[in-house]
């Protein structure tokens, strides 16, 4: 079965910095992966989602992935951060009819 | 369009009690799911449905029952709620390909005292 793997657990930044999140995941098949994001006090929204082609994603709110096959990995990316991008980022993959979450990174952004 | 809709939003129950949540989709989607959050540990599938009248087990099943008796309704139930059962419920429903991505409802934050 698909695991999905995320190692930042909490990130801090500053304003106008770059944002790399990473995601790796275990199974080396077809692939489709997902990021959600979740604002405080609020549910899960999708971001973007890689099924197929293209390995750079571009999802919402200048959010972008690149699906990296040979290393697993389908990290977040953001050229320059908002205080409004503060929340919480879950990396997910499909297996067995189940779209299974990583444990999540926590963001903040210093204004 | 309501899209996915739980209730109750909060609710403080003593141990032992029993409870209903109800999770509501008006988006046709086949299957739906029962996750819960907690701190540090991600989104943990409890249960999940990938029809009407269908069930199956997700990660962390026990102390949980559900029932899909019609496409848009999921109910999670715990018939007697412990303490470690305290967390933030979500549900979720998708039409099941992998392609589909999942549509969460607001939550349901449960205390056990």
């Known amino acids: 079965a698909q695991s999905v793997s995320q190692h930042n657990h909490h990130v801090i930044l500053s304003e106008a910095a770059s944002l790399e999140l990473g995601c790796n995941y275990s199974y080396g098949g077809t692939v489709n992966l997902f990021w959600y994001v979740q604002y405080p006090g609020q549910h899960l929204q999708l971001l973007l989602k890689y099924f197929s082609g293209d390995p750079l994603v571009k999802g919402i709110k200048g959010f972008e992935a690149e699906f990296i096959k040979s290393k697993f990995s389908f990290n977040l990316r953001k050229p320059s951060v908002q205080w409004s991008d503060t929340a919480e980022y879950f990396c997910a993959a499909p297996s067995n009819e189940k779209l299974t979450f990583g444990t999540g990174t926590r963001l903040t952004i210093i204004p | 369009n309501a899209g996915v809709t739980q209730t109750p939003k909060f609710r403080v129950l003593k141990t032992g009690q029993s409870m209903t949540l109800l999770c509501a989709q008006d988006?046709?989607?086949?299957?739906m799911y029962w996750y819960r959050q907690d701190p540090g540990m991600g989104l943990r599938l409890i249960h999940y449905s990938v029809g009407e009248g269908t069930t199956a087990k997700g990660e962390v099943p026990d102390g949980y029952n559900v029932s899909r008796l019609k496409k848009q309704n999921f109910l999670l139930g715990l018939e007697s709620a412990a303490p470690s059962q305290t967390s933030v419920y979500f549900c979720?429903?998708?039409?099941?390909?992998?392609?589909?991505?999942?549509?969460f409802g607001n939550g349901t934050r449960l205390t056990v005292t």
């Open positions: 979720a429903s998708s039409y099941g390909d992998n392609n589909s991505p999942l549509h």
């Open positions: 988006m046709n989607h086949e299957y």
